[in-house]
């Protein structure tokens, strides 16, 4: 057995929930636990599409659309009758109560919210698609016609927005005029796109979309041509509708069953950058940092095992003090107690270091 499956035992398990420093994240296949994860709930390891938290919302809500809003989750709720407003609810993202709604200031069938920073941007279908512009206390700002017939699904990419055209699986880029920046289509798609939500951390692919058949999550990249850097299963049994991310995990709604889940999005934790970064002065890379290089080279090995499905873990540190550096070190130094134990191999005995101190010491005495 490898030692990189080994995370998925019992033995393992233990041996992380005893040892494992309490300042550091870990996840089984990319991701990260919360922050404030308890570190005593460690026996479960998240990977691509595991769920990490699951909401009941009211009954008969019927979720078209979900945001996350600094540190809330805003939460679409369409009434059966299209000539009534869909009513826009605040929710708490841990039991899923409702802070505050409003009823939208426009009638008709929504499929789709994203924020910008500062309102929210919601996409209608019927009648006449459209795209509206609100406050966050629901006030009206702008709105423009959408750029295809059968719309659904939103994001904001950090200055355009991007629509989702779910009958020919066209996804367009518009400005907040609804000019038209470019579209991408998705060749061969599997069924509709139902949400998306754009991930500027992403490096290896921003835009993700949850599809009605299969009940897929895709990651996809949209910078020229579409591609898929990975997919996995969503825990929506019925009606996927919306997507959003919180900074650190997605969230997936499902329309007929009212329920909210919090997912692992199977990506690794980034390298931060800092005002004192070194840039590469000249060649192919110039003006690059080193932050931006390692995060490339971090993402690279992400995406390559993850289109060859390979498992593998990692552990973040919380910062690179004496005291969390020391706490890591002793993980290891147990992990590798109990790992040679598995392999039957003794951690203790160390014939090839005391062979090449013995080497050296000979090569230094001229022997």
């Not at 959408?146 to 009958?167: C, F, K, M, N």
Request: net charge negative.
């Amino acid at each position: 057995m490898k030692p990189h499956f080994l995370y998925g035992s019992l033995l393992a398990i233990v041996i992380i929930s005893l040892f494992i420093p309490s300042n550091a994240q870990i996840s089984s296949s990319g991701g990260s636990i919360r922050s404030n994860f308890n570190p005593s709930e460690l026996e479960k390891y998240f990977g691509a599409g595991d769920v990490i938290r699951k909401i009941p919302l009211s009954p008969n809500n019927r979720t078209v659309g979900i945001e996350w809003v600094r540190d809330t989750l805003y939460v679409l709720s369409q009434p059966l009758n299209i000539t009534l407003p869909a009513v826009l609810q605040k929710i708490d993202p841990i039991d899923g109560t409702i802070i505050s709604q409003f009823s939208l200031p426009f009638a008709g069938f929504v499929l789709g919210i994203t924020f910008d920073g500062k309102d929210l941007w919601i996409v209608k279908w019927n009648p006449n698609p459209e795209i509206y512009q609100i406050g966050t206390t629901g006030n009206l700002i702008s709105s423009f016609p959408a750029p295809d017939a059968v719309v659904r699904g939103i994001a904001w990419d950090g200055q355009y927005l991007w629509v989702g055209e779910a009958l020919n699986q066209i996804f367009y880029q518009v400005d907040t005029l609804g000019n038209v920046i470019k579209s991408v289509s998705w060749t061969n798609a599997p069924v509709w796109p139902m949400g998306l939500v754009w991930v500027t951390e992403h490096s290896a692919g921003h835009l993700w979309t949850n599809v009605d058949i299969n009940d897929q999550i895709f990651q996809l990249n949209v910078d020229d041509t579409l591609s898929i850097i990975q997919n996995f299963t969503t825990p929506s049994p019925s009606l996927p509708e919306g997507i959003c991310y919180d900074g650190e995990f997605l969230w997936v709604a499902d329309f007929d069953t009212d329920t909210l889940w919090q997912v692992d999005d199977g990506i690794i934790s980034s390298v931060e950058n800092n005002e004192n970064d070194i840039k590469i002065p000249a060649g192919k890379f110039a003006g690059k940092t080193l932050s931006e290089i390692t995060n490339a080279i971090i993402h690279g090995v992400q995406e390559a095992y993850i289109k060859r499905k390979i498992p593998f873990n990692e552990i973040v540190l919380e910062n690179k003090s004496e005291k969390c550096l020391g706490e890591f070190l002793q993980f290891k130094m147990m992990e590798t107690i109990f790992l040679g134990h598995l392999l039957e191999i003794n951690p203790f005995d160390q014939p090839n270091v005391e062979e090449y101190k013995v080497g050296t010491r000979r090569i230094l005495e001229g022997e």
